[in-house]
């Protein structure tokens, strides 16, 4: 891992704020562990309420001079930095894997949506179109255009430590806007190889200050952008409760947030779907980043007729899987972040139990060689109903709740019947069935799949979800236009002044 941190620009003690290349923080230290073994990586000075001032000054002069450039230009510099992550792929990948504990080939794959969405960005600097409109007055010509809003605050969480800002800043630097990334305190090594991976773009290009920003602190450098006037824009990835905080702060000044919180995601296994690829998908889903994805699948939803056989192909996927150090690719799952989130597992699975719930998939805390660091625990499945109160809530660990349906609606019921919307899917290869389910008497979440699981989306498709997943869009599609102000313009070319909707206004 030393060679890995070296490449990156890592040091054992890391100033955790930057105005592009200008290094610098007065704060108290954070220091990073590793869930893989429990080992110190290194560490890195937090940001004081003065260091954030001289953040946003900076950034403040930076977007004056950004938002000149022209986007095809700007483009220019976010294809050089989708390069460099190509060059330096492998060792992002295996930081985020060591920092956050996901498997090697989900940090490599977190790193490919990285580059991924600067392709995409690039093609989308030279297509920012607004449209015509046809006046309702002679002579004049009416039409609308998009202009860079200004500074983005983005805050990430730590289970996709790099991701989540590349989809925000890769989008909004095309759009003529500068960020200012407020990190997870629990993977703050991730931020700063990405801050210095974006340097030397901006070094070999002469690029001002202030373009690209770190903060790294607590959840106080968070509300330092929530409730800053001069941040139009606040994107923030995180649990709901952090949400409903952040949006009212932000309301409060008529700013505006781009909210992606919690899922409670579940897939829908019909009679007629193919076993093979449910199961994979309903396992993979569950299991993936140790159950710490918002997209992870919490719930399956099965049709009575088909879930003893369901139940017993799942136990027997999961006393397969290989629980271990995440850098070995032997390995299915890795470890929870941390030991708070340990405890977490350990009270749903209490709850669930306390609530009627059988375990049938019996999971626990792994100990001795190996599994030092204490984050290790078995995926663990248990049949439920929907209506428990845990099963209501995201349980952010490997826990996966089971139970019946009789017919379509009443799963489509029970798929809608949670607080959150993320996301959905259904296993069947019925074609009236998938219809329905996506019709708009189905899924009420933002995203719903059709014989694939829950996780994995593309930066293609724009990324959210609604009610207490907050209704924000992220990465692809037309997600491009909350980084963006509207105007409407209006222009008259003739020699009278004629007044909307036929309005007489006559003066000597």
């Given at each position: 891992?030393?060679?890995?941190?070296?490449?990156?620009?890592?040091?054992?003690?890391?100033?955790?704020?930057?105005?592009?290349?200008?290094?610098?923080?007065?704060?108290?230290?954070?220091?990073?562990?590793?869930?893989?073994?429990?080992?110190?990586?290194?560490?890195?000075?937090?940001?004081?309420?003065?260091?954030?001032?001289?953040?946003?000054?900076?950034?403040?002069?930076?977007?004056?001079?950004?938002?000149?450039?022209?986007?095809?230009?700007?483009?220019?510099?976010?294809?050089?930095?989708?390069?460099?992550?190509?060059?330096?792929k492998q060792e992002l990948g295996q930081l985020v894997s060591y920092e956050m504990g996901k498997s090697l080939q989900e940090g490599l794959g977190e790193v490919q949506e990285m580059i991924d969405i600067c392709?995409?960005?690039?093609?989308?600097?030279?297509?920012?179109?607004?449209?015509?409109?046809?006046?309702?007055?002679?002579?004049?010509?009416?039409?609308?255009?998009?202009?860079?809003?200004?500074?983005?605050?983005?805050?990430?969480?730590?289970?996709?430590?790099?991701?989540?800002?590349?989809?925000?800043?890769?989008?909004?630097?095309?759009?003529?806007?500068?960020?200012?990334?407020?990190?997870?305190?629990?993977?703050?090594?991730?931020?700063?190889?990405?801050?210095?991976?974006?340097?030397?773009?901006?070094?070999?290009?002469?690029?001002?200050?202030?373009?690209?920003?770190?903060?790294?602190?607590?959840?106080?450098?968070?509300?330092?952008?929530?409730?800053?006037?001069?941040?139009?824009?606040?994107?923030?990835?995180?649990?709901?409760?952090?949400?409903?905080?952040?949006?009212?702060?932000?309301?409060?000044?008529?700013?505006?947030?781009?909210?992606?919180?919690?899922?409670?995601?579940?897939?829908?296994?019909?009679?007629?779907?193919?076993?093979?690829?449910?199961?994979?998908?309903?396992?993979?889903?569950?299991?993936?980043?140790?159950g710490q994805r918002c997209t992870t699948t919490r719930r399956l939803i099965i049709h009575e007729s088909i879930y003893e056989k369901v139940k017993e192909r799942l136990v027997k996927a999961y006393a397969q899987?290989?629980?271990?150090?995440?850098?070995?690719?032997?390995?299915?799952?890795?470890?929870?972040?941390?030991?708070?989130?340990?405890?977490?597992?350990?009270?749903?699975?209490?709850?669930?139990?306390?609530?009627?719930?059988?375990?049938?998939?019996?999971?626990?805390?792994?100990?001795?060689?190996?599994?030092?660091?204490?984050?290790?625990?078995?995926?663990?499945?248990?049949?439920?109903?929907?209506?428990?109160?845990?099963?209501?809530?995201?349980?952010?660990?490997?826990?996966?709740?089971?139970?019946?349906?009789?017919?379509?609606?009443?799963?489509?019921?029970?798929?809608?019947?949670?607080?959150?919307?993320?996301?959905?899917?259904?296993?069947?290869?019925?074609?009236?069935?998938?219809?329905?389910?996506?019709?708009?008497?189905?899924?009420?979440?933002?995203?719903?799949?059709?014989?694939?699981?829950?996780?994995?989306?593309?930066?293609?498709?724009?990324?959210?979800?609604?009610?207490?997943?907050?209704?924000?869009?992220?990465?692809?599609?037309?997600?491009?236009?909350?980084?963006?102000?509207?105007?409407?313009?209006?222009?008259?070319?003739?020699?009278?002044?004629?007044?909307?909707?036929?309005?007489?206004?006559?003066?000597?």
């Amino acid at each position: 891992m030393d060679k890995v941190l070296k490449a990156l620009g890592i040091k054992e003690i890391n100033d955790g704020c930057a105005t592009g290349q200008n290094w610098f923080s007065n704060g108290e230290i954070i220091e990073s562990y590793s869930p893989v073994d429990g080992k110190l990586i290194a560490k890195v000075k937090s940001a004081t309420e003065a260091d954030y001032q001289k953040i946003i000054q900076t950034a403040s002069s930076a977007f004056k001079e950004w938002r000149n450039i022209p986007a095809p230009k700007r483009g220019e510099y976010v294809r050089q930095f989708g390069e460099k992550l190509r060059i330096k792929k492998q060792e992002l990948g295996q930081l985020v894997s060591y920092e956050m504990g996901k498997s090697l080939q989900e940090g490599l794959g977190e790193v490919q949506e990285m580059i991924d969405i600067c392709d995409f960005a690039v093609g989308l600097s030279r297509q920012l179109h607004g449209l015509t409109m046809h006046s309702e007055r002679s002579q004049h010509r009416m039409y609308e255009q998009w202009h860079p809003i200004g500074i983005v605050g983005i805050i990430s969480a730590f289970n996709f430590p790099v991701a989540v800002w590349a989809w925000n800043t890769a989008l909004a630097l095309v759009c003529g806007d500068v960020c200012v990334w407020k990190p997870s305190e629990k993977t703050p090594l991730c931020s700063v190889a990405c801050q210095n991976i974006w340097n030397e773009v901006a070094k070999e290009n002469n690029l001002p200050e202030g373009i690209c920003n770190l903060l790294n602190g607590n959840y106080k450098a968070g509300e330092f952008l929530s409730a800053d006037v001069r941040v139009p824009l606040v994107s923030a990835t995180g649990s709901t409760r952090m949400g409903k905080l952040l949006g009212t702060k932000v309301a409060e000044r008529f700013g505006k947030s781009l909210l992606e919180l919690g899922g409670n995601n579940s897939i829908i296994i019909s009679p007629e779907a193919d076993l093979d690829v449910a199961i994979l998908a309903g396992v993979f889903g569950a299991v993936g980043t140790a159950g710490q994805r918002c997209t992870t699948t919490r719930r399956l939803i099965i049709h009575e007729s088909i879930y003893e056989k369901v139940k017993e192909r799942l136990v027997k996927a999961y006393a397969q899987l290989k629980i271990g150090n995440p850098l070995d690719e032997k390995n299915h799952v890795g470890p929870l972040i941390d030991k708070d989130a340990v405890k977490n597992y350990l009270t749903a699975i209490e709850n669930v139990i306390a609530e009627g719930g059988k375990i049938i998939a019996v999971g626990g805390v792994l100990e001795g060689n190996g599994y030092e660091s204490g984050c290790y625990v078995k995926p663990s499945i248990a049949e439920a109903k929907n209506e428990f109160k845990i099963v209501q809530h995201e349980t952010f660990a490997p826990v996966l709740y089971i139970m019946k349906y009789k017919t379509l609606d009443e799963a489509i019921e029970m798929q809608n019947g949670v607080p959150q919307g993320l996301s959905s899917s259904i296993m069947t290869l019925n074609l009236r069935e998938a219809e329905q389910f996506l019709s708009s008497s189905g899924s009420d979440c933002g995203i719903a799949n059709v014989n694939i699981g829950t996780s994995g989306a593309e930066i293609g498709g724009a990324f959210g979800g609604e009610k207490e997943t907050g209704g924000g869009r992220e990465s692809g599609s037309d997600a491009w236009k909350v980084y963006m102000r509207r105007q409407t313009n209006t222009i008259n070319y003739g020699t009278k002044l004629p007044l909307a909707q036929g309005i007489k206004f006559d003066i000597n």
